[in-house]
Every structure is written in structure tokens, then in C-alpha cells.
């Protein structure tokens, strides 16, 4: 029988334990409303709606609240990290992000670019579901190559920073301060995805270190998958189904 070590419980326990931790971010995911991925709280809406000029902590604060409640955000991000070891390349990787969604949310809302809601968000879910394949080996297994994955870094953080654009413009932010405002969220969503990322990689390296990561490792990204094809069906039935405002 396995005996638990000098320093604490069995290393399977706490691996399990560092399993639980990044299931239970997958299946929020699976259960979490939509208001949480792209759209702005109710509060946080109506605040937008009526303030005018440049407010910029309070758009620092939203835009960190967007990012750290925004499930397919995280989904995404833990994804691209799943595998990466070395700073220098998830620094890489994250910026590459950070630019794609930036340069989609402040353009978009600038040149007033919307999108409907359902079609980019369905997108956003495929892409939790093209990075939990494609570390699967999946691409390789089926075609015989490797799809260039900082590319489709920076292409999938276009799209979702169109999603989060295009729920701004609904939102008829003023134009009396926009710019500055819009920087400010900007910064706040990239604050936030830190913090978000901070988390992941404390817990995500903790875990490497056990047993149990090659163990679960391809089942976790079977979940990350799911938790993809669930979000973007319920965009796709919505885009079909929900009521016309």
C-alpha cells in the first residue's frame, strides 16, 4: 500500500485535487449563462448607457471584469498554455492574443464594425474546440500536419475581440469620450487576463509536477472540447431560436 509522503497527503490525492480545480473552470463553462462570455452585466450596461466623457477607472474596471468572468476567454487561454513550459513562450503566445483581441475590440467599436452576436460567439466556442484538438495531436493524426499555432493565436484573438466589440456598439457607448474610454477598457481587459492567467499557470504548474498530468492531461482537453461544442450550440440555437428584439 502505497505510504503518503513526509511532506504531505499521496501525490495522487493532490493530483486529483489539482484536477478538480481545472475541471471545475470547464464546467462553468458547460453551465454558465452567456452573460458571462461576451455581454456586459445588467449594472455595468446601463452605466455605459449614461455616462458621458472620459471615465477612465471605471473602464479599467470593467474591462478587468469582463476578462476574469469571460469563460471562453479563459477556456482559450488555457488551451494555448496547456503546453507551454518555457516564459519566454507563453509570453509569446499570450501576446499574440493580447494583440489580436485588442486590435478587434478598439477597431470595431471605433468604426462601429458589429457582428451579429450569435455567429462570432459560435466562433469563439470553436475556438476552445480547435485548441483542445489541436493539443490532442488531432490535426496530425488526420491530415498529416501541424496547423501554424501562432497564427491561429493571433486569427482566433481577432475574433474575440469582435465579440466583445460587437456587445459594446449594442451598448450605444457615447462618443463624448470614447477614445480614452475604449483605451481604458482595453487596459482593464489586459489586466484582467493577467490575473486570469496568473491563476492558470499557478495551478496548471503545480499539477505538471504530478503523476497525474500525463494521466488526465488528454482527458481535460476532452472536457475543454466539450465545454467548446456546448457554448457555441447554444450560440447557434439562439442565433435560430431566441425571439427578435
Given at each position: 500500500m502505497q505510504q503518503p509522503s513526509r511532506e504531505g497527503p499521496p501525490r495522487c490525492a493532490l493530483g486529483r485535487s489539482t484536477l478538480i480545480m481545472l475541471a471545475v473552470l470547464v464546467g462553468q463553462a458547460l453551465f454558465a449563462s452567456t452573460a458571462f462570455a461576451h455581454a456586459v452585466a445588467e449594472g455595468d450596461k446601463g452605466y455605459i448607457q449614461e455616462i458621458t466623457g472620459v471615465h477612465l477607472i471605471p473602464f479599467v474596471y470593467l474591462g478587468a471584469k469582463?476578462?476574469?468572468?469571460?469563460?471562453?476567454?479563459?477556456?482559450?487561454?488555457?488551451?494555448?498554455?496547456?503546453?507551454?513550459?518555457?516564459?519566454?513562450?507563453?509570453?509569446?503566445?499570450?501576446?499574440?492574443?493580447?494583440?489580436?483581441?485588442?486590435?478587434t475590440m478598439l477597431a470595431g467599436v471605433y468604426f462601429n464594425i458589429g457582428i451579429n452576436s450569435y455567429i462570432i460567439d459560435a466562433i469563439i466556442g470553436l475556438s476552445v474546440v480547435y485548441k483542445a484538438l489541436d493539443n490532442m495531436g488531432a490535426y496530425q493524426r488526420w491530415f498529416g500536419f501541424q496547423p501554424n499555432t501562432k497564427a491561429?493565436?493571433?486569427?482566433?484573438?481577432?475574433?474575440?475581440?469582435?465579440?466583445?466589440?460587437?456587445?459594446?456598439?449594442?451598448?450605444?457607448?457615447?462618443?463624448?469620450?470614447?477614445?480614452?474610454?475604449?483605451?481604458?477598457?482595453?487596459?482593464?481587459?489586459?489586466?484582467?487576463?493577467?490575473?486570469?492567467?496568473?491563476?492558470?499557470?499557478?495551478?496548471?504548474?503545480?499539477?505538471?509536477?504530478?503523476?497525474?498530468?500525463?494521466?488526465?492531461?488528454?482527458?481535460?482537453?476532452?472536457?475543454?472540447?466539450?465545454?467548446?461544442?456546448v457554448l457555441t450550440g447554444y450560440q447557434i440555437a439562439g442565433f435560430f431560436f431566441a425571439p427578435a428584439v
Open positions: 469582463h476578462m476574469v468572468t469571460g469563460y471562453d476567454h479563459i477556456l482559450f487561454l488555457l488551451g494555448v498554455i496547456f503546453f507551454l513550459y518555457r516564459p519566454k513562450h507563453i509570453a509569446t503566445y499570450v501576446s499574440l492574443f493580447a494583440i489580436g483581441h485588442s486590435t491561429a493565436t493571433l486569427i482566433f484573438g481577432f475574433f474575440h475581440g469582435f465579440g466583445l466589440s460587437t456587445k459594446i456598439i449594442e451598448y450605444n457607448i457615447s462618443p463624448d469620450g470614447l477614445v480614452p474610454n475604449l483605451l481604458a477598457f482595453n487596459v482593464g481587459v489586459e489586466i484582467g487576463q493577467l490575473l486570469a492567467l496568473s491563476a492558470i499557470l499557478i495551478v496548471i504548474s503545480y499539477w505538471r509536477w504530478k503523476p497525474s498530468f500525463w494521466k488526465h492531461a488528454y482527458t481535460m482537453n476532452v472536457a475543454m472540447m466539450a465545454a467548446g461544442f
